[in-house]
Nanobody, 130 residues
Framework: EVQLVESGGGLVQAGGSLRLSCAAS????????IGWIRQAPGKEREGVSC????????YYADSVKGRFTISSDTAKNTVYLQMNSLKPEDTDLYYC???????????????????????WGKGTLVTVSS
């Protein structure tokens, strides 16, 4: 069974940085995708970023492009989300999610990241103060 454990959330001032980590385990193939999806209370979930394990293709929503960077460390089975130039509107619960469908699990259309994930972590809270 795939398990995802997030860490790294916290409180930061606007303009600051945070790095989220997602420790993944249980994949039965080498072709999967891991992404970050965020959600604020009362709002719909928003795809933030995604990375494919097979070729390290990355995907970003326009709302974070140029500020956030997703990366993976295969030796540690961990995916990171480096978040720079944080804004108060980045305040959300950030979920790590994964799919067995590899790169087909994520796509960006008109600046919106669409995703199809099968496994979810419990989330880590990011709060950006103004």
């Amino acid at each position: 069974e795939v398990q995802l454990v997030e860490s790294g959330g916290g409180l930061v001032q606007a303009g600051g940085s945070l790095r989220l980590s997602c420790a993944a385990s249980g994949f039965t193939s080498d072709d999967y995708a891991i992404g970050w999806i965020r959600q604020a209370p009362g709002k719909e979930r928003e795809g933030v970023s995604c990375i494919s394990s097979s070729d390290n293709t990355t995907y970003y929503a326009d709302s974070v492009k140029g500020r956030f960077t997703i990366s993976s460390d295969t030796a540690k089975n961990t995916v990171y989300l480096q978040m720079n130039s944080l804004k108060p509107e980045d305040t959300d619960l950030y979920y790590c999610a994964a799919s067995d469908r590899g790169s087909s699990a994520c796509t960006v259309v008109a600046g919106i990241l669409y995703y199809g994930m099968d496994y979810w972590g419990k989330g880590t809270l990011v709060t950006v103060s103004s």
